[in-house]
């Protein structure tokens, strides 16, 4: 039956997903234990992703909140607030508790706007727990991000340099780099135009088609960041659309589980979800850029395509 079979591929792409989230919370120096993630890791996606599966594993926002008491200060609240407008909208109720830690118990002024609604006895209680991560891991390869941001400020330009020395040599568009970052074009392209001002990137322009690029040497960085090899840079992956959709399907699964529908409701509803986030799946190169065209409600194709999800996930992580 078609709820086998949506069953079967929310729990692969579930297992998956939390897998990732535990590396990448050994990585930026959560009480994780396993290896640290290969691949640079996104902190405002690594949180948001983690409440959206607290009710899966409930442990992910345990570690979340003691990360948080000494590295919410690298947070970008900004960029927080942009990201989780893909997320589910139920992740709403969990945002208040996560805005009291990094207020009162980190002691960041940023997230008070946040609090609002929030039992103070919660937050009193995550006050009296012990802590069990001393300090954000910056020296990791995958916590790139959160080391610019330590030496250069929370920022765009921050999140900017992260990100292209994650494409190594490779180029990227703004509208590119505003997807990747998830700051607005404007303030991207005013980051950009400074950054190659001060020679730190390469704004490269195609003649004659006059497409503007931005690129940088990962060579000049080596010495820097005190890399063995340019290999050692953590590559970008583009968890934000990712892991966003991850989210939001595995909420859909589980209300559908929770409810009785007919094999072809339950295909189409699928097909919708899938082709309203198609990007997600042509970039990471599970389907063709001009295919497949229309996606037949068939919950064995739909699976197939969750499973690639699901395989690329465990391979990039």
């Excluded at 992910?60 to 997320?87: C, H, P, T, Y």
């Excluded at 990137?201 to 820097?224: A, E, M």
């Amino acid at each position: 039956m078609s709820s086998d079979i949506l069953h079967r591929t929310a729990a692969n792409l579930k297992e998956a997903v939390v897998n990732l989230l535990w590396r990448q919370w050994a990585a930026v120096g959560g009480a994780a234990p396993t290896v640290p993630a290969h691949a640079l890791v996104d902190p405002e996606i690594l949180v948001l992703t983690s409440v959206a599966l607290r009710e899966a594993e409930p442990r992910l926002q345990v570690v979340m909140e003691d990360w948080l008491r000494v590295g919410a200060s690298l947070l970008s609240v900004q960029r927080f607030n942009n990201i989780r407008k893909g997320f589910p909208e139920d992740i709403a109720e969990a945002i208040p508790r996560i805005a009291f830690v990094a207020e009162h118990v980190a002691k960041d002024a940023r997230w008070k706007k946040l609090t609002l609604g929030i039992d103070h006895s919660l937050g009193d209680q995550s006050r009296q727990e012990k802590p069990r991560t001393a300090a954000p891991s910056l020296l990791d390869p995958a916590a790139l991000m959160l080391r610019l941001r330590s030496a250069f400020g929370v920022s765009v330009k921050s999140d900017l340099l992260a990100t292209m020395l994650g494409l190594g040599d490779r180029s990227a568009s703004l509208s590119e780099l505003a997807l990747a970052t998830q700051y607005n074009k404007s303030a991207v392209g005013r980051a950009l135009g400074d950054l190659a001002a001060a020679r730190m990137i390469y704004r490269n322009q195609d003649f004659p088609t006059g497409h503007v690029s931005y690129s940088l040497s990962p060579v000049r960085w080596k010495d820097v960041l005190t890399l063995d090899s340019v290999n050692n840079l953590a590559p970008s992956r583009g968890w934000v659309e990712v892991l966003s959709y991850a989210a939001k399907f595995l909420r859909w699964a589980a209300e559908r589980e929770r409810s009785s529908t007919t094999d072809y409701v339950l295909g189409t509803t699928w097909r919708t979800l899938a082709e309203e986030s198609w990007p997600v799946f042509v970039r990471t190169r599970i389907v063709n850029e001009y295919g497949p065209g229309p996606i037949a409600p068939d919950p064995n194709v739909l699976a197939e395509y969750h499973e690639r999800l699901t395989w690329w996930i465990g391979e990039n992580a």
